[in-house]
């Protein structure tokens, strides 16, 4: 037999170790060859492409050849002893053609060190050098397969597997390598068509992209479901060729061709029919948003301010249509700040997209979208279902936490988008998924230093793609405005523009400054001491005669003891609560209410008389709700002019003639004021500092009129507040400054570098290896994109007196027994993801969640509970396990779930 032909590329053994299935090298790589030309020609954006031609002297066949020779050679280095003597029979079979694996080697500590990946790298670098070309080329086309499993090679590691050619291996070995290299070459026409591309520079944007594409290429081919492995008993059988291999997977794996953007109708004609509302209802904003898209013209950046409720998403999306046809983008990344946002954000994108030509795939990404109801109703459940023209599906094979980001549109949480920014174990196909989109980010103003650093890091790589890119804020200074901007253009002498509401963008974008409207709401400001019979006083004297108010609190602990007090004032029935220390499934119902009690008439049609909420920051952002009367917690301005916006939003007839707002969380008698405890911990002291100098003197605020005034002069330059405050406002502001530092270069760690001409070698050195939403909250690994306090996650249980567990018995359908043995059934595994809950700092801070996760573990061992460490989507999560009275002893401190008030924690 042929030597080529005996190499093996995969195996299946059974639980005794005999094998049962195995494909031969040559067809695997027949299979990822094939698989990769398919996607080029059909499936992979053609931005992407552009891009990589752009490296190439602007010809997309050379593109293509690049893309499919990289895949026709990525498993090469298993043409190896290192590889070839991990499954003895195969060996075996080898041998008998000259191959020779040494049986010594199976065990050797070296023999994992030559991974295939680093010895196909050094094959095929030697073979293109000897073809002619540099050095440095060479080893650009070899660093696309030595990081075909999304970790680049390292120096030390490729001299190391040069010097060990016993494991490599040499003679035979090499002339079967060259041999398939030589036979990917003749597959996009020949030698010559290889050497003729030795006179090109690549860079490592190219690179990253074509990576992804062998990447997604290879995980495609290695899938059985589409190419099936032979039985083992084939091995003594001659070689067949099966021609119509390709054709079935691909037709099996059923990924729809390239979405297409619409030619752009008329702005407001348009509106009407991607939002069923009249033409002349649009407002100035999203006018301005598709014109500024129009002026554009292609690839570039725009940011859109206006106030909350203006409809910045409308104007997002409808310029991402225009920019997806100017610039041939294939899709929309549509990114916000949490969970709540994005899973509320997702129906909008969807009742949008269904009415724009054309069908699409859609995706959720996030680490709960599987809980998401009318996201898992779009799955079709089969790889083979395309859907209609425009039907709006879920693909099967695009989701899962690394491919979801690869459907046409996508809605997800901001970590997704700066994920793209962190090095990171796949990462290229990160870059993949962002470069053939508009990628719109909302609540730009949302991030703090360390996660603007990925921010401004990934917008340097999506300027260099040239993807399009639309900002939105509310509330955004000037010169972080300047920040983004000049990160996307890889600059740092843009100018600085003022004006509100405004459209400005990178080059080529006319700034334009747009009226504010003649009404304004005129909420009256009050600053009250933080006590809770000032609270509870205030509260009657402007609920006297009705309406609803909202109280929000910087911590979960002020909110719980507020809610506690005014529950005890106003009556239980009165008074809601809202934080994120709630089960997932109870917070999604607490949402639903609340938007059913204070969402906008079309929906809030059970508003009561007289109520109360009492939320933490989570009312910023996730819900659309409106409100009488507000008491909130002093927080840097911009997020106060956030709060605001819940007050008196949807101009309903309201109990309260003028809006109201109280400043509380405060001491306004201090100089300069102080702040309670537990707001220090989760704001700058800076910030609360300049927030308080604006507010102390302040009687009313102008909504959206004074919007920028007091976002610009809170983050400008100068000086704000009394003589008296200034020695201890410049100490906070110097605490702040070093602050900032520190985070940048926490933040510099994991810092993707910046796009350069240099090869994937040494690309992700020092990686933050995986990276996920991850089963206990965080980021799995040794970085997260986000800097705020730890937090752990758990799923909750409730324990039985004698030994058993169940749901809690408090959900819709709880109660549910939960078998100690086998693999759970999906919907029990869905009720039981639901039943998430995070852990509050106490027991999630450094220095004890270490003991909290093996206290935990050991609670609810493998041996106790063997049915949660056989179902695959609950394994390796945390469990915490309540009594009948709801309660549970961990590490020291007495956890106690209380159905209105959430998760409570007290040292023991």
């Known amino acids: 037999m042929d030597a080529r032909l005996s190499a093996w590329g995969k195996s299946v053994r059974d639980e005794t170790g005999t094998l049962v299935e195995w494909l031969p090298l040559h067809q695997h790589l027949d299979d990822t060859m094939g698989v990769a030309d398919l996607l080029v020609r059909d499936w992979v954006p053609a931005h992407a492409l552009k891009h990589i031609a752009s490296d190439l002297g602007g010809v997309l066949e050379r593109a293509r050849a690049l893309v499919v020779w990289c895949a026709a050679v990525h498993d090469i280095g298993k043409a190896s002893p290192a590889f070839a003597i991990q499954v003895a029979q195969l060996a075996d079979r080898m041998r008998e053609s000259g191959l020779d694996a040494p049986v010594w080697m199976q065990k050797h500590e070296l023999r994992p060190r030559v991974n295939h990946a680093l010895v196909g790298h050094v094959a095929v670098q030697e073979w293109l050098t000897e073809l002619g070309f540099g050095f440095d080329e060479a080893e650009q086309w070899a660093s696309v397969v030595g990081s075909h499993h999304g970790v680049t090679p390292e120096w030390s590691r490729l001299a190391e597997v040069e010097e060990q050619g016993t494991f490599r291996g040499e003679g035979a070995w090499e002339k079967v390598r060259t041999e398939f290299l030589e036979w990917a070459a003749m597959r996009v026409g020949g030698r010559d068509r290889i050497a003729e591309l030795k006179r090109f520079r690549l860079g490592t944007p190219s690179l990253a992209l074509v990576t992804a594409i062998v990447i997604m290429s290879d995980w495609i081919a290695s899938n059985p479901e589409f190419f099936p492995l032979l039985p083992a008993s084939s091995l003594r059988e001659p070689e067949q060729v099966d021609d119509a291999r390709l054709g079935a997977g691909w037709k099996k794996l059923g990924l729809r061709g390239r979405w297409t953007a619409p030619v752009p109708g008329e702005a407001r004609e348009t509106f009407a029919q991607r939002f069923h509302r009249e033409p002349g209802s649009m407002r100035d904003v999203q006018v301005a948003a598709v014109e500024a898209a129009r002026t554009l013209g292609g690839p570039g950046l725009l940011v859109i301010e206006a106030p909350m409720g203006s409809g910045k998403t409308e104007a997002a999306l409808l310029a991402a249509e225009v920019l997806a046809h100017s610039s041939g983008a294939n899709g929309c990344f549509v990114a916000l700040p949490t969970q709540a946002t994005t899973d509320a954000m997702f129906s909008r994108v969807r009742g949008w997209l269904e009415r724009v030509p054309g069908g699409a795939t859609v995706s959720l990404a996030h680490g709960k979208a599987h809980l998401n109801d009318e996201y898992s109703g779009l799955s079709r459940g089969r790889f083979d279902y395309v859907g209609a023209d425009n039907e709006i599906t879920v693909h099967g094979w695009l989701r899962g936490r690394k491919k979801s980001g690869l459907a046409d549109f996508v809605v997800g949480t901001i970590d997704q988008v700066l994920f793209a920014g962190l090095k990171s174990r796949h990462v290229m196909l990160r870059h993949l998924m962002l470069t053939g989109k508009v990628v719109v980010i909302d609540e730009v103003h949302a991030y703090d230093v360390y996660m603007s650093q990925y921010l401004h890091r990934v917008l340097r790589w999506l300027g260099t793609y040239r993807v399009p890119v639309v900002l939105l804020s509310a509330t955004l200074p000037d010169t972080r405005r300047r920040e983004l901007i000049n990160a996307y253009e890889g600059t740092a002498d843009r100018s600085l523009d003022s004006g509100y509401p405004m459209i400005s963008g990178s080059q080529g974008v006319p700034t334009r400054v747009l009226p504010l409207p003649q009404e304004s709401t005129k909420v009256a400001i009050d600053r009250i001491p933080d006590d809770l019979d000032e609270l509870v006083d205030y509260l009657r004297r402007n609920l006297a005669f009705g309406g609803c108010a909202v109280v929000v609190r910087n911590t979960v602990g002020r909110v719980q003891e507020a809610a506690d007090r005014l529950a005890a004032e106003f009556g239980a029935d009165a008074v809601s609560v809202n934080h994120a220390r709630f089960l997932a499934c109870d917070r999604a119902a607490i949402d639903t209410a609340l938007l059913r009690r204070f969402g906008p008439p079309e929906t809030g049609k059970e508003r009561p008389d007289l109520h109360i909420v009492v939320a933490s920051q989570v009312v910023e952002q996730s819900l659309d709700i409106d409100f009488d009367v507000m008491v909130t917690d002093l927080a840097p301005i911009d997020l106060v002019l956030q709060r605001l916006g819940r007050l008196h939003r949807h101009h309903r007839p309201s109990r309260t003639t003028t809006a109201r707002c109280a400043i509380t969380g405060t001491d306004w008698s201090a100089t300069p004021p102080t702040f309670a405890t537990g707001s220090t911990k989760v704001y700058q002291e800076h910030q609360l500092l300049r927030a308080a100098a604006l507010l102390v003197d302040r009687d009313k605020i102008a909504l959206p009129h004074d919007i920028a005034p007091l976002v610009q002069a809170a983050y400008g330059p100068s000086v704000l507040g009394p003589v008296t405050w200034q020695p201890e406002m410049e100490k906070?502001?110097?605490?702040?400054?070093?602050?900032?530092?520190?985070?940048?270069?926490?933040?510099?760690?994991?810092?993707?570098?910046?796009?350069?001409?240099?090869?994937?070698?040494?690309?992700?050195?020092?990686?933050?290896?995986?990276?996920?939403?991850?089963?206990?909250?965080?980021?799995?690994?040794?970085?997260?994109?986000?800097?705020?306090?730890?937090?752990?996650?758990?799923?909750?249980?409730?324990?039985?007196?004698?030994?058993?567990?169940?749901?809690?018995?408090?959900?819709?359908?709880?109660?549910?027994?939960?078998?100690?043995?086998?693999?759970?059934?999906?919907?029990?595994?869905?009720?039981?993801?639901?039943?998430?809950?995070?852990?509050?700092?106490?027991?999630?801070?450094?220095?004890?969640?270490?003991?909290?996760?093996?206290?935990?573990?050991?609670?609810?061992?493998?041996?106790?509970?063997?049915?949660?460490?056989?179902?695959?989507?609950?394994?390796?999560?945390?469990?915490?396990?309540?009594?009948?009275?709801?309660?549970?002893?961990?590490?020291?401190?007495?956890?106690t779930y209380d159905i209105t008030q959430g998760l409570r924690h007290e040292r023991l």
Do not use: N
């Open 732 to 895: 906070a502001h110097d605490r702040a400054e070093q602050e900032s530092l520190k985070r940048a270069a926490a933040a510099a760690t994991y810092l993707l570098p910046e796009p350069s001409q240099e090869s994937l070698v040494g690309w992700l050195h020092a990686s933050a290896g995986e990276v996920d939403d991850g089963p206990r909250g965080a980021t799995t690994g040794s970085a997260q994109v986000r800097d705020g306090a730890e937090s752990l996650e758990v799923l909750v249980v409730q324990r039985d007196s004698d030994g058993g567990i169940r749901t809690p018995d408090w959900i819709e359908r709880g109660g549910e027994q939960i078998p100690l043995m086998g693999e759970l059934p999906w919907p029990l595994v869905r009720t039981i993801s639901a039943c998430s809950l995070r852990l509050p700092l106490a027991l999630s801070h450094g220095g004890v969640v270490d003991a909290v996760i093996a206290e935990l573990e050991q609670q609810f061992s493998p041996r106790e509970v063997p049915s949660f460490h056989t179902t695959k989507a609950l394994r390796g999560q945390l469990v915490l396990a309540l009594d009948d009275a709801r309660q549970a002893d961990v590490c020291g401190y007495r956890l």
